[in-house]
């Protein structure tokens, strides 16, 4: 399905709006738990997750994995470094970049909030059935691919 040649832009329908007010909408939801209950800001979060999955990472990584402004994943970083969370150690062959590691204090918050943040999408999930779960993310894998290849 296609806007077909639309001339009018209702934004009820236009899907970059809908994504996007959706992708906000369940991440001020999420939010609620690591900010309120752990005290990490979303950056905060996002590096933290990022570094959890991934492993050693430096902060253009963690920028080309969030898509954050360069300038927000350097607030968190230091952020998380203040509090013990991420330890960071300069980069082999490249004097410029350090590489960002979870400290143990920092794997064990990630294994706390962990549970939290699956039990809430857990809840957000119940509405579909399992099928239009599968559905949802082949569509949305199918139209990143189609926006990557546009950009190119």
């Known amino acids: 399905m296609t806007s077909g040649g639309r001339t009018e832009l209702r934004l009820g329908s236009f899907l970059p709006y809908v994504l996007n007010n959706l992708a906000e909408r369940v991440s001020a939801g999420l939010s609620g738990i690591y900010v309120d209950e752990f005290q990490l800001s979303i950056p905060e979060w996002r590096v933290l997750a990022n570094l959890a999955e991934h492993g050693t990472l430096n902060a ?3 920028v080309d994995f969030t898509t ?3 300038s927000k994943v350097s607030r968190a970083v230091a952020n998380l470094g203040e509090r013990q969370l991420v330890s960071q ?3 082999q062959g ?3 970049a350090k590489d ?3 400290t143990g204090a920092g794997r064990a918050l990630y294994h706390r909030i962990v549970p939290r943040v699956l039990a ?3 809840d957000l ?3 579909l059935s399992s099928g239009e779960y599968r559905d ?3 569509l949305l894998d199918k139209l990143g691919a189609r926006v990557q290849s546009m950009g190119e």
Do not use: N, V
């Open 60 to 62: 253009r990584q963690i």
């Open 68 to 70: 954050m402004e360069k």
């Open 89 to 91: 150690r300069r980069a």
């Open 94 to 96: 490249d004097s410029r």
């Open 100 to 102: 960002l590691e979870l």
């Open 120 to 122: 809430w999408e857990r």
């Open 125 to 127: 999930l119940d509405e």
């Open 136 to 138: 949802l993310m082949y």
